[in-house]
Each structure stands twice: as C-alpha cells, then as structure tokens.
C-alpha cells in the first residue's frame, strides 16, 4: 500500500503506471487524485498543506434507549472538511461501514464537488455507525435527535447543512431539522437540504442527480460526436440516481441496454422498457422475476458492448480486475468513487472518457443550494424552473472542466480536481491566512 498521507507537495507521488494504490481506503483514492492535480497546478506549499487537511474532525457518542429499555451507545462523525467558500456541505450516513477515514474522503470530495459547479459551499460529511436494518423507526428518530443535539455548535444555515446519504432520507432531514428548531426556538428551514418539499423541500430535488447525470452524458456524447439517439446505455444500480438517468436518458432517444440492483442484472440489446421497469421495482422492489429481458449476474454487466456505462450503486466497483473488460466509451459516474485510481489508467489507456463522479453527479447538490435559496428567501420556484437552473449549471461545468482537460492535456478526473482545487484555493488567497 502507499501511502501519501505525510508528502510534501515536491515528494508528490504521481499515480503513474508504477504506483499502484489501495484500491479500498477512499481517503487515499481521494488524495491520490488531489495530490496529482496539486502537482499539475503548481499548488503553493502552505496552501497544498492547508487542503489537505480536514478543518474540523467532530467525534461524538450518541447514547439511545432502545425499544426494550437498554441503552446502547453509538459513534458518531462530523468532518468539516474545508468552509472557505461557504457553509459546509454534506450529507449524513447511517450504516455499519462508517469510518473516520470514510467520512474525510467524502467530506473533502463535497469541498471539491460543490467547488466544481461553483456553489458557494464548502464541504462536509457526516456519519453514525449503526445498523438502521436493525432498528425501529422509534429508535432511528431517537438516534438521529440525539446526533443531531451532540453536533449541534457546528450545525447551522450559515455553517454547516446536512443532507440525505446512504439509509438517511426526506424522514430523518425533517427530524433533524425538528430538533434543531427546537433548540434555536423558532423554525429553520434551512440548516438540511432533502426535506420533504412540505416543509421547506425543493421541487425537483428528488430527481436532480439523475438528471444532471442525464445532462453531462449528453454533453459528452456530443463532445465525442455520437449521436444520443440509439446511444447504447448500461447502468449499475437502479435505485433514485440510476433509475431517474435511465429514464432522462431514453427520453432523450438513448436505448437502455442493460440495468441492475443488488437482486442482479438485465440485459436486452434491443432495448428495455425503463417506465415498465419502474412499474416492476415499484410493486415488487427488486428487479429480479422481470420477463421482457435476459437476466445476467452484476459481473457480466460491466463487460457489455455498450456506447455509455453509468454506475449509480456502490464505490470501488470498477477496478483493476474488471476495467480492460469495460467496451463503453463514455463511463458517467453516477455514483460516488465508483472507479478506483487504479482503474482510472487503464481506462485512461483505453481511451474511455470518464465523467467523473465529482462533476456527473453535482446534479444533486446543485439543486440542494437551490433549495436553501428557497429556504432563506421564503420563495419558492416552480419545477421547471429549478430544472433550466440546473441545466444551465451542469452544461457550464463540463464545459469549464472539458476546457482544463484540453488545456492541461489531462483527464476530465483530473481537470475537474484541478478546477476545483483552484477554486477553492483562489479564495484562500484572497482571505489570506488568519494567524
Ligand atoms: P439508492 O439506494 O436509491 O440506489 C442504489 C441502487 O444500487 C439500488 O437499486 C441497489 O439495489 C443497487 N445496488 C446495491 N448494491 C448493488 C450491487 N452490488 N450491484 C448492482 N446494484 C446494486 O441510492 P442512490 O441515492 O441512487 O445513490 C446511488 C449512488 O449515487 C451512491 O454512491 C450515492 O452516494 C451516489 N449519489 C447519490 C446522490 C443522490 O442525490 N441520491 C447524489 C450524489 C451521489
């Protein structure tokens, strides 16, 4: 394994052919990428340290009374990676899997995500280790009440707003939100983004990530002179990001070949019926048991001819085992960190254009400022406005990251880090250093 963790940006290791990286530690694959893009940006020495290190690390015991009386005492995180453009900004996560290490990476990929759609946010994550399959809806309330209260200095409008992330959802937004208000002893919409859009939620928002997968697989698409129309699409993970980019992405004359979940694989080179294909998993959850198509295992799917793979499931799914079967020439990155460093060169040497996940799937926070825009405003915009605004800013984006990749000669990964460590650094320039 190697580590870059104690570098000096004139030790930087380039993750040329050479270097092979752990391919499960995220926070590593993250600062693989950052310190490349560091090096390609001739990043400052004090500025290169300050980025790559977490502002604030917040580790909290979360006692709960379970339903039969015992108390059982959870973790709990809060990384605020870096708030120099604005609040932070980062979803919280209920699962067994949560690690310190985990939630820098995610943390510090929202301070470089919302940097490259240019939202004035910094970045956060958040996270419990706990097992919400195993837990009532009872205990999930209380739990997330008393994360919520254990966070509470950092959390705020101006300072840090939650959002939905792996087992969180609309439901556990609005308890945070409760319990926040509460404390503060007035309503305040604005402190979580993903409510319902009953109370303070955006329209549009659900679909938002999606769609913005939709829009910049489009753009590519056109960038490499391929028509959408009969553009052959896989996607790994049908769940809101892959089902809703499925669906967008027929409706633009795109034919969806093949699609999975965690039930297994569906293959049909004619082309599936992805509104039927809603209908199924909306009756029966899973995708397994549908006829109109060949089942194949979640395996086989990465290796199918196809013009664009977008996987919308889980992290540390294309690798260096599975990368040189990949036929797609265009992979969209619904999903976060689904390709691993090692990954990105061989596909690199494939000549895949990779949509990386930063920019591809955007989509979802970009809507999540509108709705705190709403939120603070107190006005509320109509669908279709939302979508333009989201469409607008996703188009610019990969325009802005495709004009790095061309000018640099590098990839549309590394332009997009190079693009956003830029951002991010140009406004600790401008602020200067508070000592
Ligand atoms: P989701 O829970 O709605 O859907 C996940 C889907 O992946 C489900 O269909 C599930 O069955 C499937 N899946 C799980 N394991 C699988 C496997 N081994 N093989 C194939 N499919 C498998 O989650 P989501 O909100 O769609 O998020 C998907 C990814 O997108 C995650 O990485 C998430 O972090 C990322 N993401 C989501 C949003 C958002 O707004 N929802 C925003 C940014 C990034």
């Known amino acids: 394994m190697t580590s870059t963790s104690s570098k000096q940006p004139n030790a930087l290791?380039?993750?040329?052919?050479?270097?092979?990286?752990?391919?499960?530690?995220?926070?590593?694959?993250?600062?693989?990428?950052?310190?490349?893009?560091?090096?390609?940006?001739?990043?400052?020495?004090?500025?290169?340290?300050?980025?790559?290190?977490?502002?604030?690390?917040?580790?909290?015991?979360?006692?709960?009374?379970?339903d039969n009386g015992e108390i059982e005492v959870y973790t709990g995180y809060r990384v605020l990676y870096n708030t120099s453009r604005g609040p932070a900004k980062g979803g919280i996560r209920f699962d067994l899997n949560v690690s310190l290490d985990e939630v820098k990476a995610l943390?510090?990929?929202?301070?470089?995500?919302?940097?490259?759609?240019?939202?004035?946010?910094?970045?956060?994550?958040?996270?419990?280790?706990?097992?919400?399959?195993?837990?009532?809806?009872?205990?999930?309330?209380?739990?997330?009440?008393?994360?919520?209260?254990?966070?509470?200095?950092?959390?705020?409008?101006?300072?840090?707003?939650?959002?939905?992330?792996?087992?969180?959802?609309?439901?556990?937004?609005?308890?945070?939100?409760?319990?926040?208000?509460?404390?503060?002893?007035?309503?305040?919409?604005?402190?979580?983004?993903?409510?319902?859009?009953?109370?303070?939620?955006?329209?549009?928002?659900?679909?938002?990530?999606?769609?913005?997968?939709?829009?910049?697989?489009?753009?590519?698409?056109?960038?490499?002179?391929?028509?959408?129309?009969?553009?052959?699409?896989?996607?790994?993970?049908?769940?809101?990001?892959?089902?809703?980019?499925?669906?967008?992405?027929?409706?633009?004359?795109?034919?969806?070949?093949?699609?999975?979940?965690?039930?297994?694989?569906?293959?049909?080179?004619?082309?599936?019926?992805?509104?039927?294909?809603?209908?199924?998993?909306r009756e029966k959850k899973l995708l397994a048991g549908y006829p109109k198509a060949e089942a194949i295992t979640n395996d086989q799917l990465f290796g199918l001819p196809c013009d664009v793979l977008l996987p919308a499931a889980l992290e540390n799914v294309i690798t260096s085992k599975n990368a040189k079967d990949i036929q797609a020439k265009i992979i969209c990155e619904g999903a976060n960190g689904p390709t691993t460093a090692n990954a990105d060169k061989i596909l690199e040497e494939k000549g895949v254009f990779v949509i990386p996940d930063i920019l591809a799937n955007a989509g979802g926070v970009t809507v999540s400022y509108f709705e705190w825009v709403q939120d603070r405003g107190g006005y509320f915009w109509e669908e279709d406005v939302v979508n333009q605004r989201l469409e607008r800013i996703m188009v610019r984006s990969?325009?802005?990251?495709?004009?790095?990749?061309?000018?640099?000669?590098?990839?549309?990964?590394?332009a997009s880090y190079m693009l956003s460590i830029d951002r991010v650094a140009a406004v600790h320039r401008l602020r200067g250093l508070y000592a």
Not at 23 to 29: D, L
């Open 107 to 281: 943390a510090a990929w929202m301070t470089w995500k919302c940097a490259v759609v240019n939202i004035p946010f910094g970045g956060a994550k958040g996270g419990v280790i706990c097992d919400p399959g195993a837990m009532s809806p009872g205990e999930i309330e209380r739990l997330t009440r008393r994360y919520t209260s254990a966070i509470i200095e950092t959390l705020g409008p101006d300072s840090d707003v939650p959002a939905p992330d792996v087992n969180t959802n609309e439901r556990v937004m609005a308890w945070i939100m409760d319990t926040y208000s509460m404390h503060k002893r007035h309503t305040v919409t604005a402190v979580v983004t993903g409510k319902p859009v009953e109370m303070g939620g955006s329209l549009g928002r659900r679909e938002a990530t999606g769609r913005g997968c939709m829009i910049v697989t489009r753009e590519a698409l056109r960038k490499l002179g391929m028509p959408i129309q009969g553009a052959r699409v896989v996607v790994q993970g049908f769940g809101n990001v892959g089902s809703i980019a499925a669906l967008l992405l027929q409706e633009q004359g795109a034919r969806i070949v093949a699609v999975s979940d965690k039930s297994g694989a569906l293959h049909n080179p004619a082309g599936l019926d992805v509104p039927d294909l809603l209908k199924w998993v």
């Open 398 to 414: 990969f325009e802005e990251v495709a004009t790095m990749s061309a000018k640099h000669s590098v990839s549309m990964r590394v």
């Open 13 to 66: 290791i380039r993750p040329d052919k050479d270097t092979f990286l752990s391919e499960e530690n995220p926070f590593e694959a993250m600062m693989s990428r950052f310190d490349y893009a560091a090096r390609c940006l001739n990043l400052d020495p004090g500025l290169y340290k300050i980025l790559r290190n977490p502002e604030k690390q917040i580790i909290v015991s979360v006692p709960v009374p379970r």
